[in-house]
């Protein structure tokens, strides 16, 4: 069965799926696009040419002439920002569509539950791209787990380093950097590694508590004399790790490229002017941002297992312990680095050594979730076509639960500022 999918958005996130599903045009066709920006579209369009669609390629510049359409495919991708999740998503279902849905699924509890309540409600399935459960790093993790290698699971640590750029690019300067217009920060970054702590524990969270802040990115630490704008002559512009003209290098114009549709051919005159009046261009320490840089959680689940995340912009990448009565795992980025491997495994006892593991590196799909992407749109098909959708390796309801998490982390954060 062939599944025709429609874009609801076309940013970076929709256009490498829609680049995925065009690399298995068995399993996808791609119907419609919409998105304000046309070169966007042609993008998507591009990627449509190498599929079977039934019908011409349809292309829209925006979700209510997309949905104005009726129903027109059998998935929409919803790809647009966090705060249309819920409008965009509930009025495709109602349309009749089956949704892959970019995390989070909405930047409120609230609006988080009106959609799994409209999914159940109209009975469609709906997959939300948590693509670490994808990954051949967190599926060898899990399938040692469930082996009983490490015996019972007691605790269990994990890490996430945003890396400084990453955060000044997207949670400072970017779409992400104040809470009211798109989501909290461990929601937005790290819904992710909720959702493989939910899914490796296996029991829902009793208790939770959570501590952070914004401490780097204020005016506070803004060197002597810096201007607004880095392309305003910055006294520090040739020492300052943030300055804005480093989009212009071969690393920046990849960043660039998720918020600036000529990053790849533009000139470096071209793109120091368009810095001149967009958001990319502004000093770090001088944006109106208010998301954390820094945040922890505590939690103990119904299973009485523990744990512990941070999420720091000051490290780069992911790192996790595991520990159980028998043995203990440790794996990431880190060990990546230190060892060349990417997992330690060992039992407890007197001689014992720890096996090391070396995972196949992933030849497909968006190198930074570790072929989480393509993992995910090489099960979409089978979630979304199985005659029992209770045994669907990912669906809203086990989403729900790391946004919850989430969402109490929040909560608890705040309080704890406040006191």
């Not at 409600?121 to 469930?146: A, M, N, Q, W």
Request: hydrophobic share 40%.
């Amino acid at each position: 069965m062939l599944l025709s999918l429609v874009f609801c958005g076309a940013g970076s996130r929709a256009r490498t799926y829609a680049g995925i599903a065009a690399e298995m045009p068995d399993r996808y066709a791609i119907a419609a696009a919409a998105d304000p920006v046309p070169a966007r579209v042609d993008i998507i369009r591009g990627h449509a040419a190498k599929t079977r669609a039934p019908a011409p390629f349809r292309a829209f510049d925006s979700a209510d002439a997309l949905f104005a359409a009726g129903k027109i495919g059998d998935v929409c991708v919803i790809g647009t920002q966090d705060a249309l999740h819920r409008a965009h998503a509930i009025r495709a279902m109602e349309l009749g569509y089956d949704l892959l849905l970019e995390k989070p699924i909405a930047p409120t509890l609230e609006d988080t539950e009106a959609v799994a309540a409209a999914a159940r409600r109209l009975g469609r399935r709906v997959v939300v791209c948590h693509v670490l459960r994808h990954t051949p790093f967190y599926s060898e993790v899990k399938r040692i787990l469930d082996s009983g290698e490490l015996g019972r699971l007691v605790s269990l640590n994990a890490l996430e380093g945003v890396q400084p750029w990453h955060q000044a690019h997207s949670f400072v300067r970017g779409h992400w950097s104040v809470a009211a217009k798109s989501s909290p920060m461990i929601l937005a970054k790290s819904c992710h590694d909720m959702d493989i702590l939910a899914w490796l524990v296996g029991a829902p969270h009793t208790e939770l508590s959570s501590h952070g802040s914004l401490t780097h990115f204020t005016a506070a630490n803004a060197p002597a004399g810096a201007p607004a704008r880095c392309t305003d002559g910055c006294p520090v512009a040739d020492t300052c790790r943030y300055n804005a003209a480093l989009y212009c290098r071969p690393e920046g114009r990849r960043w660039l490229g998720m918020v600036h549709d000529r990053a790849k051919d533009a000139t470096d005159a071209e793109i120091l002017d368009w810095l001149r009046t967009s958001p990319w261009g502004r000093c770090v320490y001088r944006c109106d941002n208010d998301v954390v840089d820094h945040q922890v959680l505590a939690a103990r689940f119904a299973n009485d297992v523990t744990a512990t995340f941070t999420m720091t912009a000051f490290d780069e990448g992911r790192h996790l312990e595991l520990f159980g009565t028998e043995g203990w795992l440790r794996g990431g980025s880190f060990i990546k680095k230190q060892l060349g491997c990417d997992l330690l495994v060992q039992r407890h006892g007197w001689g014992q050594e720890p096996r090391r593991i070396t995972l196949e590196e992933p030849k497909h799909g968006y190198a930074g979730h570790g072929g989480g992407d393509w993992g995910l749109m090489s099960t979409l098909h089978e979630d979304l076509t199985r005659a029992n959708p209770a045994e669907m390796r990912t669906s809203l309801e086990t989403s729900l639960q790391s946004h919850r998490m989430a969402f109490e982390a929040e909560r608890s954060r705040l309080q704890s500022r406040s006191r």
